[in-house]
């Protein structure tokens, strides 16, 4: 079993910057992608960014490519989502999520545990 909290979230206005984590417990880590996500009312969640094991690959969705960037510092279990040049469009919740192979996906149902979300929330 792994535990995903994520932290982070909030209200900002359009063209800055927030920084989610995601932090894990639980079953090993380290050997895991991570991915994260985001959904709004009433709209399916879609891919976000995912990473792999080790931290040297990642991928991101067309709609966040130069702006956000993923990261994971396995000594503290903990995966980061870097939010810059953000969009009212940016507004949902943010969920990350792990799955039990190493490879990076950005396909949600690929992913065995998720967190719970965090609101971000992009004012114009």
């Known amino acids: 079993q792994v535990q995903l909290v994520e932290s982070g979230g909030g209200l900002v206005q359009a063209g800055g910057s927030l920084r989610l984590s995601c932090a894990a417990s639980?079953?090993?880590?380290?050997?895991?992608?991570m991915g994260w996500f985001r959904q709004v009312s009433g709209k399916e969640r879609e891919f976000v960014a995912a990473?792999?094991?080790?931290?040297?690959?990642?991928q991101y969705a067309d709609s966040v490519k130069g702006r956000f960037s993923v990261s994971r510092d396995n000594a503290k279990n903990t995966v980061y989502l870097q939010m810059n040049s953000l969009k009212p469009e940016d507004t949902a919740n943010y969920y990350c999520?792990?799955?039990?192979?190493?490879?990076?996906?950005?396909?949600?149902?690929?992913?065995?545990?998720w967190g719970q979300g965090t609101q971000v929330t992009v004012s114009s």
């Open positions: 999520a792990t799955r039990q192979w190493s490879a990076a996906s950005n396909r949600r149902t690929d992913y065995d545990y």
């Open positions: 990473i792999n094991f080790s931290g040297d690959r990642t």
């Open positions: 639980g079953r090993t880590f380290s050997y895991n992608a």
